[in-house]
């Protein structure tokens, strides 16, 4: 026997710090040591991070996400003013601009040293993107904006003595302290920075705006707690329930609404729903989404090819048989490719009927089998021996997704037409409970002779017996 030494098992900062202490020594000797780090760098524990050569901030900046832990070490590294960025009480708008994700790491110690116009040059650079950024990036640059807000000096209260209103300027509401909001605030100010407390943010906000120019506000970088006070406000202004118009202009803002505000909404037009469901906006609840959809239908509503596409795949499944009955044939067939993959089988048969009616003027071509394919789960073992005349090569997976018991009814020959070319495939998912069961229905010298891909299970055919001669006298 020979001797093996056991494999031994480090601890992961054990295994870091011993990568910091080599790459320690090789920072002198390279101009880029930690290149073939790729991004590793991005599980490194913050004190190794703080212990490396400021060179390292250059590679974090291929990490999507850093731990607050993480973006604690950056802002060590950067206030000892020896990186590349010098100390940040020198940045300038160039050089926050330089930093690019590394920015979005900057804490309110690091910020408060930064000059004032500086800072809020940047935050308007950011807040200008804002409207167009993904739904990950605009958390990360509301984090950002948040800290510059906390570090900002509130501003200073104006007085009657200091600035005499222009003639036409609209009077400040009870209680608000400094400029109304009008829509001329709306393109020159950020929101968050501005109004120092969301309490002033609720003070100064005009009913005029919020019927006119919400969609405006809503472009705006604003905090939970910020849409918390316009969602109150909008409460005040429509005490009887938002016009289907304004509601597709809340965004971000609607998923505050609980399932119950929700069931009272006048969601009367396809472009509405298509909006509220509008994933950059942030996600629903699926409780939420059924309500929405509901309600929609309620109120007369008919779903749409693009509707279909933003409800998408798992919540479609969620609607109930008699609302999936309501969809006209011609959404399916505008729809594009829709996943209903993880609906009921009663469902999948649902949204196979509409497919048909759908895509019937292409019934056996193949471009009739790629319309259909998203929807074969509900096909009748008729329909796929019509798909297996007209050698359509299905691949396996869709195979797979087959109802059960329909594809029981299939012969090998039906089998080996269905999949075609890709016939070599059912070897790869012999394992799979829907190949073995049908394989154990199938003659065993018909899978050898008719498919010949080693596939093993099938039913024998009975051995021949012997009839004795009969006796004779």
């Not at 609607?254 to 006048?266: D, F, K």
Request: aromatic share 6%; net charge negative; glycine share 6%.
């Amino acid at each position: 026997m020979v001797w093996a030494a056991p494999a031994l098992r480090f601890p992961v900062a054990l295994m870091q710090a011993a990568m910091a202490t080599f790459l320690l020594g090789a920072v002198f000797t390279a101009t880029e040591p930690y290149a073939d780090l790729g991004v590793l760098v991005c599980t490194m524990e913050p004190g190794t991070i703080a212990a490396l050569h400021p060179s390292i901030l250059e590679h974090l900046k291929l990490c999507s996400m850093l731990t607050g832990a993480q973006r604690d070490a950056v802002n060590a590294v950067l206030l000892r003013g020896s990186t590349a960025y010098g100390h940040p009480s020198g940045w300038d708008l160039e050089t926050l601009q330089r930093l690019g994700p590394l920015a979005l790491a900057l804490n309110q110690t690091t910020l408060s040293l930064v000059d004032k116009a500086t800072r809020e040059a940047f935050a308007r650079s950011i807040a200008a993107t804002y409207s167009t950024q993904g739904w990950e990036q605009r958390e990360q640059s509301l984090t950002l904006l948040t800290a510059m807000a906390a570090v900002s000096h509130p501003r200073p209260k104006r007085s009657a003595d200091q600035e005499m209103p222009a003639p036409n300027a609209p009077s400040p509401p009870a209680g608000c302290t400094q400029e109304p909001i009008t829509a001329r605030v709306l393109s020159e100010s950020i929101l968050l920075l501005d109004y120092d407390s969301p309490q002033q943010f609720y003070l100064c906000l005009s009913d005029s705006v919020l019927q006119t120019d919400l969609e405006r506000v809503l472009e705006q970088p604003l905090t939970t707690e910020y849409l918390w006070v316009l969602k109150k406000r909008l409460q005040e202004v429509y005490p009887t329930g938002m016009p289907d118009a304004q509601l597709r202009r809340l965004g971000p803002l609607s998923r505050l609404y609980t399932v119950q505000e929700l069931s009272q909404w006048q969601v009367t037009s396809a472009d509405t729903l298509c909006a509220l469901l509008n994933s950059s906006d942030g996600k629903w609840s699926s409780a939420q989404k059924q309500q929405l959809i509901a309600r929609f239908l309620e109120l007369g509503g008919n779903l749409t090819g693009p509707l279909l596409q933003q409800i998408g795949g798992i919540f479609l499944c969620d609607l109930n048989e008699e609302q999936i009955e309501k969809i006209p044939p011609e959404a399916i067939g505008s729809a594009g490719e829709l996943d209903i993959s993880s609906c009921s089988q009663n469902k999948k048969d649902q949204f196979y009927s509409k497919a048909q009616q759908a895509f019937a003027s292409q019934a056996g071509t193949k471009v009739y089998y790629l319309q259909m394919r998203p929807y074969l789960g509900g096909a009748p073992a008729e329909d796929l021996k019509d798909l297996a005349e007209n050698g359509v090569d299905m691949d396996i997976d869709t195979f797979l997704a087959l109802n059960p018991n329909e594809l029981q009814k299939l012969s090998v020959l039906d089998v080996k037409n269905l999949l075609g070319a890709n016939i070599q495939q059912l070897k790869g998912a012999e394992n799979q409970t829907v190949v073995m069961c049908w394989v154990k229905k199938q003659s065993q010298q018909e899978l050898d002779q008719i498919l010949g891909i080693g596939l093993q299970g099938g039913m024998q055919e009975p051995s021949p017996t012997t009839t004795p001669p009969p006796l004779t006298a």
